[in-house]
């Protein structure tokens, strides 16, 4: 489990980083405009490009999944897509309820989303004892 957490942790510190970059550059480009609007904008399409880190590092490193593409690519998808839900609803939360820079906001909506989508893809998406059953 320590081995799990460590390199759950490191994958998904590249993800954050990507993730982080990704919509970090964008805020740069993007107008800005009223609201939150930019800020979630950059954030979902750095959300996209982390995915892609996240999935084949936890898939090949931190669960050493077995599990066909078929099958824990759709749950991963699903897992993720609501942790951006999550991360979402936290960046916009931290921003509307806090006089915080976006940044902060962005790193407490990915720190948030992060601790769900260990929990569900161990117990779901990566899983080898219902694998080993199917």
């Known amino acids: 489990m320590v081995r799990r957490l460590a390199t759950f942790g490191m994958v998904g510190i590249a993800a954050a980083l990507t993730h982080f970059a990704v919509a970090a550059s964008l805020l740069r480009f993007v107008p800005a405009g009223p609201g939150t609007g930019p800020v979630l904008l950059a954030n979902a399409c750095g959300f996209v490009v982390a995915f892609f880190v996240s999935y084949h590092g936890q898939r090949r490193w931190t669960f050493r999944s077995s599990r066909p593409h078929g ?9 993720s897509v609501t942790g951006l839900a999550i991360n979402e609803a936290v960046v916009a939360l931290v ?9 902060v906001a962005l790193a407490a909506g990915i720190g948030v989303a992060a601790v769900w989508t260990f929990a569900v893809s161990r117990s779901w998406v990566f899983s080898t004892a219902e694998s080993a059953g199917a």
């Open 95 to 103: 921003l509307r309820q806090f006089a915080v820079l976006p940044v």
């Open 71 to 79: 099958q824990s690519l759709p749950r991963y998808l699903a897992v």
